[in-house]
């Protein structure tokens, strides 16, 4: 797999010396391949994370204070955990992706719209453009290439006032998991 994805025998680790953040060097995505064959199941993802119960007061707080339908948008949602945790949070629409075939059958068991499909892929899909008033990535992001081609993606899938919440792994909160 690291011959396939960088081209090498070898890939450099490198590790922020401030909060202990871990990443490939040059930073490449695994896709679709990688996640299948890493194989990790449902029962492998953390039920609940710190960032959760933060992100589900804000949302309480716009679904409130906001007069129109709320859609949200979870890019690498796993099996759903998150999306489970919001019970019913008067959303009119969650919509999942996530790489892992096991995952995305894991969140549509539970009667969520997940599919496998690249972030990408939704961007140039019409049909979602403006659509969504929150998108979050837990813990995502520093799995993505080419962040600059990503963060054009999630502006067009974002309504114009959209709120992104996005979380990366902190060495002392992701080990308390």
């Known amino acids: 797999m690291i011959q396939k994805l960088w081209a090498a025998d070898t890939c450099e680790i490198r590790r922020c010396g401030s ?11 695994g896709g679709r391949e ?11 993802y953390p039920r609940d994370r710190w960032e959760y119960a933060l992100t589900r007061g804000a949302i309480g707080d716009i679904v409130r204070d ?14 759903g955990h998150f999306l489970q945790s919001l019970g019913d ?8 992706t996530d790489y892992n075939q096991l995952a995305v059958q894991e969140m549509r068991r539970h009667g969520f719209s997940a599919s496998g499909r690249d972030l990408r892929e939704m961007a140039e899909a019409q049909a979602d453009h403006g659509r969504f008033t929150i998108i979050c990535m837990f813990q995502v992001l520093h799995m993505m290439d080419d962040l600059d081609d990503n963060m054009e993606c999630i502006k067009r899938l974002a309504a114009p006032d959209a709120h992104l919440f996005v979380s990366l792994p902190f060495g002392p909160m992701t080990d308390l998991q």
Not at 66 to 79: D, F, N, S
Not at 89 to 96: D, E, N, Q, R
């Open 34 to 44: 990688f996640f299948e064959l890493t194989g990790r199941g449902p029962q492998h």
């Open 66 to 79: 906001r007069a129109a339908p709320v859609h949200l948008l979870e890019i690498g949602a796993g099996p």
């Open 19 to 29: 909060c202990g953040l871990a990443f490939a060097d040059p930073l490449v995505s």
């Open 89 to 96: 949070a008067s959303l009119a629409g969650l919509v999942a």
